[in-house]
């Protein structure tokens, strides 16, 4: 893919002590890829590690995103069994704070919680969103789901979208409606 001239974006989700986390993106790093992720429940520490690693080895402009709180997750599993207190958007905007201050590049949210955490940690901190659904009826697993319209307007920077294109019965028309939404959002 880096040879036909694509990005990568490496979606590992590194959840590991800071010392292990950080041997991994040393070697990530030196593989080329332009995004890769942690989870930001690591700690401040373990992004931190994994942020001056990355950076020894990465190309520039290479991103360290930090996953939130998974998009298949919803406040009553968060309560219920995270015993977490705040709500999904509170604790999706709390994490994105701590990741920002540990040298995270931005974050994988909620299309929903996207605007706030702008709001709240800067413009230029990334939103990556999943949970793209291209129609309500499908969510599968995921529990925060959004259009891809509703991405756009809600400022997020990048969309990851796979089963409403790669389960479609028409990918690249799936793709292309995509684009064409986002266009006109
Ligand atoms: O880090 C991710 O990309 C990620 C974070 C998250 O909170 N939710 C989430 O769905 N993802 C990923 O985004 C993709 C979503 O796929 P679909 O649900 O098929 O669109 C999957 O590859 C997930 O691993």
Not at 15 to 31: G, R
Not at 84 to 103: D, R
Request: with cysteine.
């Amino acid at each position: 893919m880096k040879e036909d001239g694509h990005p990568v974006f490496l979606d590992l989700k590194l959840h590991d002590i800071p010392t292990t986390v950080a041997n991994a993106m040393h070697n990530l790093a030196n593989l080329g890829v332009n995004m890769v992720t942690v989870h930001t429940l690591g700690g401040s520490e373990m992004i931190r590690n994994a942020k001056a690693a990355f950076n020894q080895g990465a190309q520039p402009g290479a991103k360290l995103i930090a996953v939130t709180i998974l998009t298949s997750m919803d406040n009553q599993m968060l309560h219920l069994e995270l015993h977490m207190a705040g709500n999904v958007k509170e604790e999706a905007v709390h994490l994105a704070q701590v990741a920002k201050n540990s040298g995270a590049d931005g974050v994988v949210c909620a299309v929903n919680e996207a605007a706030a955490i702008k709001q709240a940690c800067s413009n230029d901190f990334l939103t990556v969103t999943p949970g793209i659904r291209l129609d309500r009826l499908h969510n599968n697993d995921q529990k925060r789901v959004a259009t891809p319209s509703e991405a756009i307007r809600n400022g997020a920077d990048i969309l990851v979208i796979g089963r409403s294109v790669t389960k479609a019965s028409d990918p690249k028309k799936a793709y292309e409606n995509v684009l064409e939404e986002m266009a006109n959002a």
